[in-house]
């Protein structure tokens, strides 16, 4: 048998488990781990500058591509800590990150030894297991059953934390005859499936909500085909974004209360039958219960047993992947097609359409200081249906997913469920660490970007060139909006005289100096008329310097996104014009009809 300590044997399982890339923060405790690393060679490491920052990075590797699970490494104490946010968000996505800490000597951990904190007891909420490994022959089993626990199920992520002494521990480890431990997935019945289908044949307007469960299980091209079969629209979810494209004749849009079209909410108030695959009836999609389920049937399909029931009662509900479901609903729908079992649903879908050419929101504004909505449409304009946009909260996250077009699987990278501040530069990152030939662009807002700002050196250092467009309104945006049904305006303001840029007026943060000090380029941009050339010019900067380019639009300080007031998605408010005629949305999906 091969002798190796306990450090080296679990660097040997990560590349057998698929492992390519880390991001991490290398540290005194986790030090034998990163000398393993280096030893073994055949994973890239990428140096972070925040341990949160890595985490996040492994959240967009992860979310980059099918079957990837991206990894973070830092020390014991803070860096743990400091993970969690990131442990968080891939819990409440379903995404597979795995979490490696290091951790003082088993012998002083009860003591309060310097950087000694029960990191797994902290993280055990907010992942699938989080263990602290006390015996070092345990480390590959407990490598092991990290993958298969990431991978089986409802996806998550895990944290180890390894005991320097633990780390450091000679074993006895054959990695020749490692071998992965099964995959577990809940799979669908035929009789589940027939069932579902009748309940669906048996309804008049009927609509799929396709959620990120079928990003997660690779599964969009089963359920546009089974959309196509069967002739039923389809409302994507906000993690569930780009499964089909936005220009599919079934595409009816998004529904919700922020995150949503109008024609979206308006085609799912008149359907009369819902089938959800790979989603969780989000609040922010639902809304007001009684409104959202009050004269429609409902089937709902997902992977975790217990999150059937947890929101509402379905009429019916199937625990099961999304691939192995769609995969029989694929088959039934071609059997009952070739029978002529199947009820024409063209006048339904043609309805569907009609209100998405009727039904539009205006995003062509000449103003100066820009009104936002005009950067989303020339964002439609510059980057085409091969862009994977990443995003995480706030008023910029939510007009561009009310205004920007999406065409393909794992093309809108969002932080849904947690939504940190500050997750939208480490995620993008992570995504074109993945995909390095991706044309990867980012949206924050000032907040955001400030959250973790520190991570662009990170793209600078490492040559991981992607475009950010940052919106400038000095402002918590979201915040401040959401603060006029309390009729206040308080700590949410921004704004100041920065002394070393006056020209910048009270728009504080010279975020050029602060981007261009950490390496990157950056362009700011007062005129909607100059938002393409500088959009072009961002993306040859990128190309050229293979490094992070932000393009900053000085927004109006104050603007209103639509969303609802009233937590009902018939109640959705429009602050602003709507489009009355074709020139007021030109980048629209459909051509508005007037």
């Not at 261009?516 to 990128?542: M, N, S, W, Y």
Request: with cysteine; glycine share 8%.
């Amino acid at each position: 048998m091969a002798r190796m300590t306990a450090a080296r044997a679990a660097v040997e399982i990560l590349k057998r488990e698929g492992v390519a890339d880390a991001f991490g923060v290398p540290g005194a405790a986790i030090n034998p781990f990163y000398a393993a690393l280096k030893a073994s060679g055949g994973i890239t490491h990428t140096l972070a500058r925040h341990v949160e920052g890595a985490s996040h990075m492994a959240e967009g590797y992860t979310r980059a591509h099918p079957g990837n699970i991206g990894v973070c490494i830092g020390t014991s104490g803070p860096a743990g800590t400091d993970m969690i946010t990131g442990l968080y968000s891939a819990t409440g996505d379903s995404i597979p990150i795995l979490c490696i800490t290091g951790q003082a000597p088993t012998a002083v951990i009860h003591k309060e030894d310097f950087q000694a904190v029960d990191i797994a007891s902290i993280a055990k909420p907010v992942t699938k297991m989080a263990v602290t490994v006390l015996e070092a022959a345990q480390v590959p089993g407990v490598f092991q059953q990290a993958f298969h626990l990431m991978r089986s199920g409802r996806p998550g992520p895990v944290l180890i934390d390894l005991p320097i002494d633990v780390q450091l521990t000679e074993i006895e480890f054959d990695p020749e005859t490692y071998e992965p431990l099964p995959v577990y997935k809940p799979a669908a019945t035929r009789a589940q499936i027939e069932k579902a289908i009748g309940m669906l044949n048996a309804s008049e307007r009927p609509l799929i909500v396709a959620g990120g469960g079928i990003i997660n299980a690779d599964a969009a091209e089963l359920l546009v085909e089974f959309a196509e079969l069967t002739g039923t629209p389809v409302v994507p979810t906000l993690m569930g974004w780009g499964i089909l494209p936005d220009d599919h004749e079934l595409n009816a849009g998004m529904v919700g209360l922020q995150t949503s079209h109008r024609y979206g909410n308006a085609t799912f108030l008149e359907s009369d039958f819902v089938l959800g695959i790979g989603n969780r009836w989000a609040n922010r999609h639902t809304g007001k219960l009684d409104v959202y389920t009050t004269g429609r049937t409902f089937v709902h399909v997902d992977i975790e047993p217990t999150q059937i029931g947890r929101i509402f009662a379905p009429d019916y509900g199937i625990a099961s992947d999304a691939r192995a479901a769609l995969e029989l609903f694929v088959e039934v729908a071609r059997e009952l097609r070739a029978d002529g079992r199947l009820p024409d649903r063209s006048e339904w879908a043609e309805a569907a359409q009609e209100r998405k050419a009727t039904l539009q929101r205006r995003t062509h504004f000449d103003d100066i200081p820009i009104k936002p909505q005009r950067v989303y449409e020339e964002m439609n304009k510059a980057f085409g249906p091969e862009t994977r946009y990443v995003s995480t909260i706030g008023l910029s996250q939510i007009a561009g997913a009310q205004m920007l077009h999406v065409y393909r699987p794992r093309h809108w990278i969002n932080c849904g469920q947690a939504g940190p501040l500050g997750w939208t530069i480490p995620a993008a990152l992570g995504v074109a660490k993945a995909d390095p030939e991706a044309s990867v662009v980012a949206l924050s807002g000032d907040y955001d970007f400030q959250f973790m700002l520190e991570e662009l050196a990170v793209g600078a250092q490492h040559r991981i060139p992607y475009v950010h467009v940052l919106v400038n309104n000095s402002y918590l945006g979201l915040i401040r909006q959401a603060q006029r049904a309390f009729e206040i305006d308080f700590q949410v303001n921004l704004e100041f005289e920065n002394l070393n840029s006056p020209e910048l007026g009270v728009y504080g943060v010279d975020h050029v100096k602060v981007a261009e000090g950490l390496g990157c380029k950056a362009i700011r941009v007062t005129d909607p008329a100059e938002l393409g050339d500088a959009f072009e010019q961002a993306k040859k900067l990128a190309a050229e310097h293979r490094v992070p380019v932000v393009v900053e639009a000085i927004l109006e300080r104050v603007t209103n996104i639509s969303m609802s007031t009233t937590n009902d998605i018939g109640n959705v408010v429009e602050f602003e014009e709507i489009a009355t005629e074709p020139g007021h949305a030109p980048t629209s999906i459909r051509t508005l009809k007037v």
